[in-house]
């Protein structure tokens, strides 16, 4: 069984170190007292120190930022978290990003239209019920609990049939394999119809635009912030599944993200407030991550707990991979 681990910042370099490593460390350490002696508590203290040294800068040094800043998790799949140039009034202003290659991974919609069952689940939740290594909101959901705010189409099931005015549609499952396995595309673009995108491909999601092709910011100024959740395309045709539990305006989220040189090209809002969430299990490697600011619903930042969704987009590694 593969070990679940929890990320910390390393004070020393900066890499993430997980919260298991940390532990063991002080556990040993605390066993200091139990020596016979106080030389030999002295000597197996200095011993204990000098493991943890060296271990530590093992460690450092394997998980170490790229000088992109991108740490791998599996072939095709890094992870980045960084720290925003504007910082956020609530919690510690980082964006987590999760850059998967759409050539070695199979992204997927899974809800509860589709299972049937009364009510939605964590993305964690999710991941464990339909083996997904990662999962983020498909996007917003209307008052019924299930049904998604925009066309969404996974293969043969639709969840909602019926386009809003959204301007973003990510599009996936292509029926002709000289098309990017995936792309987002911008509803008012020269040459871009929703008939030829439903042609084109077996996998729609319609969602709140953020950003359109090729970096264009679509949000101007506003009061309201929250926790994000988003899903993003990069200049290499990679899925971005994008996240901050510090509350930002769109506009300030919009222009982080293209400062911060991970090639974003288009991005689509999927959820907000303590709702947004993103769940990651690979290998030994395991990231939770959950919302709590929304200006005039949780103007705070003591969500403790995922909260269930219906919908959820979820990837899986391709059949050979």
Same mark, same amino acid.
């Given at each position: 069984?593969?070990?679940?681990?929890?990320?910390?910042?390393? #004070?020393?370099?900066?890499?993430?170190?997980?919260?298991?490593?940390?532990?063991?460390?002080? #556990?040993?350490?605390? #066993?200091?007292?139990?020596?016979? !002696?106080?030389?030999?508590?002295? &000597?197996?203290?200095?011993?204990? +120190?000098?493991?943890?040294?060296?271990?530590?800068?093992?460690?450092? @040094?394997?998980?170490?930022?790229?000088?992109?800043?991108?740490?791998?998790?599996?072939? $095709?799949?890094?992870? *980045?978290?960084?720290?925003?140039?504007?910082?956020?009034?609530?919690?510690?202003?980082?964006?987590?990003?999760?850059?998967?290659?759409? =050539? +070695?991974?199979?992204?997927?919609?899974?809800?509860?239209?589709?299972?049937?069952?009364?009510? @939605?689940?964590?993305?964690?939740?999710?991941?464990?019920?339909?083996?997904?290594?990662?999962?983020?909101?498909?996007?917003?959901?209307?008052? /019924? $609990? *299930?049904?998604?705010?925009?066309?969404?189409?996974?293969?043969?099931?639709?969840? =909602?049939?019926?386009?809003? =005015?959204?301007?973003?549609?990510?599009?996936?499952?292509? &029926?002709?394999? *000289? +098309?990017?396995?995936?792309?987002?595309? /911008?509803?008012?673009?020269? !040459?871009?119809?929703?008939?030829?995108?439903?042609?084109?491909?077996?996998?729609?999601?319609?969602?709140?635009?953020?950003?359109?092709?090729? @970096?264009? =910011?679509?949000?101007?100024?506003?009061?309201?912030?929250?926790?994000?959740?988003?899903? @993003?395309? /990069?200049?290499?045709?990679?899925?971005?599944?994008?996240?901050?539990?510090?509350?930002?305006?769109?506009?300030?989220?919009? &222009?982080?993200?293209?400062?911060?040189?991970?090639?974003?090209?288009?991005?689509?809002?999927?959820?907000?407030?303590?709702?947004?969430?993103?769940?990651?299990?690979? $290998? $030994?490697?395991?990231?939770?991550?959950? !919302?709590?600011?929304?200006?005039?619903?949780?103007?705070? /930042?003591?969500?403790?707990?995922?909260?269930?969704?219906?919908?959820?987009?979820?990837? &899986?590694?391709?059949?050979?991979?």
């Amino acid at each position: 069984m593969a070990l679940r681990f929890q990320f910390r910042r390393c #004070r020393v370099c900066g890499s993430f170190v997980t919260a298991r490593y940390w532990f063991l460390q002080m #556990r040993e350490i605390s #066993r200091w007292g139990c020596a016979i !002696g106080r030389m030999q508590t002295f &000597r197996r203290a200095k011993q204990i +120190l000098l493991a943890v040294a060296i271990l530590l800068a093992v460690f450092c @040094g394997l998980a170490a930022d790229t000088p992109s800043g991108w740490q791998s998790l599996a072939p $095709g799949m890094e992870f *980045k978290s960084f720290k925003t140039g504007k910082p956020s009034m609530v919690g510690d202003s980082r964006i987590t990003i999760l850059r998967i290659d759409p =050539n +070695l991974w199979e992204l997927e919609v899974a809800g509860i239209s589709e299972t049937g069952e009364p009510a @939605g689940h964590t993305a964690r939740e999710w991941c464990e019920k339909r083996n997904f290594a990662a999962a983020i909101n498909a996007g917003m959901f209307a008052a /019924d $609990g *299930k049904t998604h705010l925009g066309y969404q189409r996974f293969r043969e099931h639709i969840n =909602n049939s019926r386009a809003n =005015n959204y301007q973003s549609v990510a599009a996936f499952d292509p &029926r002709d394999s *000289k +098309l990017p396995r995936f792309r987002i595309f /911008d509803l008012d673009a020269s !040459g871009i119809t929703f008939h030829d995108i439903l042609r084109d491909y077996a996998s729609v999601v319609q969602n709140l635009r953020l950003v359109k092709r090729p @970096g264009a =910011n679509q949000w101007s100024q506003q009061d309201k912030q929250w926790s994000e959740a988003a899903l @993003g395309e /990069d200049s290499a045709g990679r899925i971005l599944f994008i996240y901050s539990r510090s509350p930002f305006s769109m506009h300030d989220l919009n &222009r982080e993200l293209l400062a911060a040189g991970i090639g974003l090209v288009a991005a689509q809002h999927l959820e907000g407030g303590p709702e947004a969430q993103l769940y990651v299990l690979v $290998g $030994g490697t395991e990231i939770e991550t959950f !919302g709590s600011y929304e200006t005039s619903f949780k103007q705070n /930042d003591e969500n403790a707990a995922a909260w269930p969704v219906p919908n959820v987009l979820g990837v &899986r590694p391709r059949a050979g991979h």
